[in-house]
């Protein structure tokens, strides 16, 4: 963003998205240490039970209550608002216009940081829908659709409406893409609350909505903001528009279908189970297609991953891509669901998506934001390697062990050990869990501080001529 560029409303450009970044930064780190403490309590689960060594704050902080927060700050607060920030920042680069409102923007970031507030209090005091995904009770989880995601929706729409560029590039597909369909997947996911929807039906639309969260929410504006920064930061174009399209075009098609393989026990209609595992395995087309995108369009410039942080992180993510989505397309299948349903290797799966996928990609983003809206570089550059291997290190050891884990319940489901025979033989993994969980919690505290420096201390990057009518770059 340029110095010379005028204050817009009294606020200047880019303000709103600055706001969004550091703050889903905030959450990150508290999401983080919260996931953490779940850990313990999955490894020792008498660590700081009772009580006796609680006080007050005993049921509070029991594991039914802290997993819940853990989860809604991790996409909530970290995922959504990262999102939103990169929104912010990228949709007025690449429409060549000011974001349509930075009071709207500011008035969005904070009514949800103060809604995040209220829904991590509503869930520790056990306000709870017992739904995944979608814990938070009535009226919370509708001043989410509004307050957070119906504010981001109107700024970015306006502000595509308003570009003074030809054409849409392939990021803004997505954010505008997903923005829709994330209204649709949380409305439907909310409608239990609203509506008398209860037993079965209510728990195919709890899990269709706990996956299309996922994937029509997380994976689409993970990919677009690797469509932006990757190009942007390498000096390459974009390999493929086509290739892009089609992406685009198959998560729509197939990404929104599957849900029914999280219920492959339930009675449901078997049509219904074996669309979601046919559906579940056509996922590889659009994830094959953006990774052979990305991979493409880095060709002749692979030594900046030795150097630059943003690329280190967003290109470390895309290619997490290729085993997650591997992974997460025969895992739907009936021959591998019924072994693995129900065991740690779900939730390593999960991590792998949310930490492994999106989580990189977006720290890739916010380095490279950072640093362009406050014209600083990065404070430290140790720092941020240092980030990046606690980050990439907890991360695969954190995967592995959890993995492990999940492959020992499974074996022990199938030969009927007992359940407390499985929990004595999963020990080590849990505490394996929580070290390498550690790890990574630490390299999130590190990227919050370096970013802190970067905005207050960091060496400042002035650029000569600015043109006057890009607002961002």
């Given at each position: ?79 959504s608002m990262a999102f939103v920030a990169a929104m912010y920042y990228m949709t007025p ?276 934001a950072i640093a362009k809206l406050f014209q600083r570089k990065i404070y430290s550059q140790s720092l941020a390697t240092t980030h990046y291997w606690l980050t ?82």
């Amino acid at each position: 963003m340029s110095t010379a560029t005028a204050a817009y409303d009294g606020i200047r450009p880019g303000t709103a998205a600055k706001h969004a970044f550091f703050s889903a930064v905030v959450w990150l780190c508290i999401g983080a240490s919260f996931g953490f403490f779940t850990s313990l309590r999955i490894a020792w689960p008498d660590l700081l039970n009772g009580k006796e060594v609680m006080g007050p704050l005993a049921s509070a902080f029991a594991f039914g209550r802290v997993r819940p927060m853990h989860i809604t700050l991790v996409i909530f607060g970290w995922i959504s608002m990262a999102f939103v920030a990169a929104m912010y920042y990228m949709t007025p680069a690449l429409c060549n216009c000011r974001l349509w409102s930075e009071k709207l923007g500011l008035w969005n970031i904070w009514l949800w940081n103060v809604g995040l507030v209220v829904a991590a209090i509503s869930l520790l005091v056990g306000a709870n829908s017992g739904r995944e995904y979608q814990e938070l009770i009535w009226p919370v989880d509708i001043y989410v659709l509004v307050f957070i995601l119906g504010f981001a929706a109107v700024n970015t729409f306006n502000t595509v409406l308003q570009r003074r560029t030809q054409g849409m590039y392939i990021t803004i597909w997505f954010f505008l893409g997903a923005l829709v369909m994330i209204w649709m997947t949380y409305f439907i996911g909310a409608i239990p609350d609203l509506f008398p929807v209860t037993g079965l039906n209510e728990a195919y639309m709890v899990w269709w909505h706990a996956h299309n969260v996922l994937g029509l929410w997380i994976t689409p504006v993970s990919a677009a903001i690797a469509y932006y920064v990757i190009p942007k930061v390498t000096g390459n174009v974009l390999y493929s528009h086509k290739v892009g399209h089609l992406h685009f075009w198959t998560i729509v098609a197939f990404y929104s279908t599957p849900g029914a393989h999280h219920l492959m026990g339930a009675p449901l209609p078997e049509w219904m189970k074996s669309f979601a595992s046919v559906s579940g395995v056509m996922i590889l087309i659009p994830a094959l297609a953006f990774i052979t995108n990305m991979v493409l369009t880095v060709q002749g410039k692979w030594q900046m991953f030795s150097d630059n942080v943003s690329i280190q992180f967003a290109l470390t993510g895309t290619l997490m891509a290729v085993p997650l989505n591997f992974q997460g397309a025969f895992q739907q299948t009936r021959a591998i669901n019924w072994y693995i349903h129900g065991t740690h290797w779900i939730v390593a799966h999960a991590h792998f998506a949310l930490l492994g996928f999106s989580t990189f990609i977006e720290i890739g983003a916010t380095y490279y934001a950072i640093a362009k809206l406050f014209q600083r570089k990065i404070y430290s550059q140790s720092l941020a390697t240092t980030h990046y291997w606690l980050t990439t290190v907890g991360f695969i050891g954190f995967w592995t062990t959890l993995t492990l884990a999940g492959l020992i319940q499974a074996s022990g489901k199938v030969y009927n050990t007992t359940f407390i025979d499985v929990v004595y033989a999963t020990h080590p993994y849990m505490v394996g869990r929580s070290l390498f969980g550690l790890t990574i919690v630490l390299g999130q505290w590190i990227f919050l501080y370096n970013l802190y420096k970067t905005a207050t201390a960091g060496e400042p990057v002035t650029e000569k001529n600015p043109p006057a009518t890009v607002y961002y770059t």
